[in-house]
């Protein structure tokens, strides 16, 4: 659908009086978004990364202000690059990389994504925490958690529990954050550019109907952070309403002596202050110090983001503390000795690559396994935690792709190198047929796992036929999409 001028200029006409180029702001909601990737630093180095996305033609521009974030050229597709598909890098727009770069998780802390789906921003502050600590993913939406569950496994994340609740009513048990994100429901205007067909229903009134989940999802953040955190609100719309008239009935609730408004400011990235006022109304002081994100600015999206932080004092009872898994579960954790000796034997995998990981038997189908700081929330109960690793239901166990996509780099046996047209059959789970020198590298047939440059692409087969072996891939179906 392509959207004129006009319509935009009808649809957004209240905001002339705060856009400074409204001519320029116009004709950037016209222009298609630039596509955005990030590096997985788990798998691969941004300088690797920007290496092979040159390979295969996508021209990356490095974004001056998100270390690790790739422009590509216009009208690339990077979704259905292996790249892409075995989670070496992640798709996000440019500017939904600004509230995580906000929050600024550390590894090792607690944060919560309070309405986390489809998962772009939990994925991004998982990987910017290194693999450690806790990402509570939270969403009210079953159906829109699968996307979120998808890219964990991709990346080769364990250090995310996910929750389906309404966010506005978790329970105090689900225990204190450091660091609260809440990118909020929205009218998404500031999409536009992706989206067309916002334009048609945004307007005062559907701004208006948002106002009352985003006020109380930011006032659960609030009491849900410990003294001293920091909660981080974002929306990708223009409204005031929902913007900073939000932040400023939540700041006014709790009183500017406990909540204060930190520069939303990135060196690199241009955006406008927050509106002092608006609509006859005066915001709090500080207001400023949020950010508002112009599309013709940086050649992105419209966003808002609000960096908040909890004064460490002048609060009552504070959430209380969780315990890392092992001590809230001691009855799930695992010795799994028979599934160690099956990976040490088949993978040259041992117990020490395993350090700084507990595995846990959540379900009966087989073995988690999740960062042994991880403190998930004993409420509400988990939907997942960390990834599943091993399936242990039939009587050889199986490594999950994911799993495979975290530890395979450091398998010493059975790992078979693909060449590049391999890999391409690979990854749309073609039968390979294997050179004597991929045959020599298995011990047996049975489960491998596959590389191609270092890199682990999943697990397969490797079956014996009359006169030659060949790899059966078990890329999962669903991914092959990209
Ligand atoms: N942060 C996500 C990302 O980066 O992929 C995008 C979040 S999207 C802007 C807003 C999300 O809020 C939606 O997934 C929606 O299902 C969720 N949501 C709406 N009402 C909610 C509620 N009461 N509690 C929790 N999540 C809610």
């Known amino acids: 659908m392509n959207i004129t001028t006009a319509a935009l200029d009808r649809a957004f006409a209240r905001y002339k009086p705060i856009v400074d180029d409204w001519a320029a702001f116009l004709d950037a909601l016209t222009r298609p978004l630039p596509p955005v990737v990030w590096t997985n630093t788990l798998r691969v180095s941004p300088s690797t990364l920007e290496a092979w996305l040159a390979e295969e033609g996508f021209e990356p521009t490095p974004l001056s202000w998100y270390p690790g974030a790739f422009r590509l050229a216009p009208g690339s597709r990077p979704g259905r690059s292996w790249l892409y598909r075995v989670g070496v890098m992640h798709i996000q727009e440019e500017v939904s990389l600004l509230p995580v770069a906000l929050l600024a998780p550390q590894p090792g802390e607690r944060v919560l994504d309070i309405a986390a789906a489809p998962g772009g921003k939990t994925a991004q502050m998982a990987v910017s925490m290194g693999n450690r600590g806790t990402v509570v993913a939270n969403d ?43 990118d909020a429901p929205c009218s998404c205007e500031g999409t536009a550019r992706k989206n067309p067909e916002v334009v048609g229903l945004c307007g005062l009134d559907f701004s208006l109907e948002h106002q ?98 909890k004064s460490p004092h002048g609060w009552g009872t504070r959430p209380p503390d969780v315990p890392p898994v092992a001590h809230l579960w001691p009855e799930k954790v695992v010795p799994a000795m028979d599934e160690r000796a099956f990976l040490a034997e088949r993978f040259g995998l041992t117990p020490e690559q395993f350090s700084g990981y507990v595995w846990l038997r959540l379900k009966k189908q087989g073995l988690h396994i999740v960062n042994d700081d991880h403190r998930p929330p004993p409420r509400p109960q988990p939907d997942g935690v960390g990834m599943l690793f091993l399936h242990t239901k039939a009587r050889t166990p199986k490594i999950t792709t994911a799993g495979a996509l975290l530890f395979g780099h450091v398998a010493t046996r059975n790992v078979v190198v693909l060449t590049r047209e391999q890999r391409d059959a690979y990854l749309v789970r073609e039968e390979i047929t294997l050179s004597p020198e991929q045959v020599d590298s298995c011990t047996a047939p049975g489960f491998v796992i596959v590389t191609y440059r270092g890199v682990a692409l999943g697990t397969a087969l490797c079956r014996r036929h009359p006169s030659r072996y060949v790899l059966e891939s078990l890329f999962p179906k669903g991914w092959m999409r990209g």
């Not at 079953?142 to 929750?163: I, K, Y």
């Not at 955190?229 to 913007?243: D, K, L």
């Open 212 to 309: 009352g989940v985003q006020k109380a999802l930011l006032r659960k953040a609030v009491l849900l952070c410990r003294p001293g955190g920091r909660i981080v609100y974002s929306t990708c719309t223009f409204a005031p309403e929902e913007n900073e008239a939000v932040v400023d009935a939540v700041v006014r609730d709790f009183g500017q002596h406990r909540l204060r408004l930190l520069p939303a400011r990135v060196p690199g990235f241009h955006v406008s202050p927050g509106l002092a006022r608006w609509a006859g109304q005066t915001f709090v002081d500080g207001m400023e110090n949020a950010a508002r994100v112009w599309p013709h600015h940086n050649d992105t999206g419209g966003f808002f983001v609000a960096v908040i932080e």
């Open 140 to 182: 009210v939406t079953f159906v829109r958690m699968r996307a979120l569950r998808h890219a964990l496994e991709r990346l080769g994340l364990v250090n995310v529990s996910t929750t389906i609740h309404d966010g506005t009513n978790l329970p105090r048990a689900i225990g204190a954050f450091d660091r609260v994100l809440v």
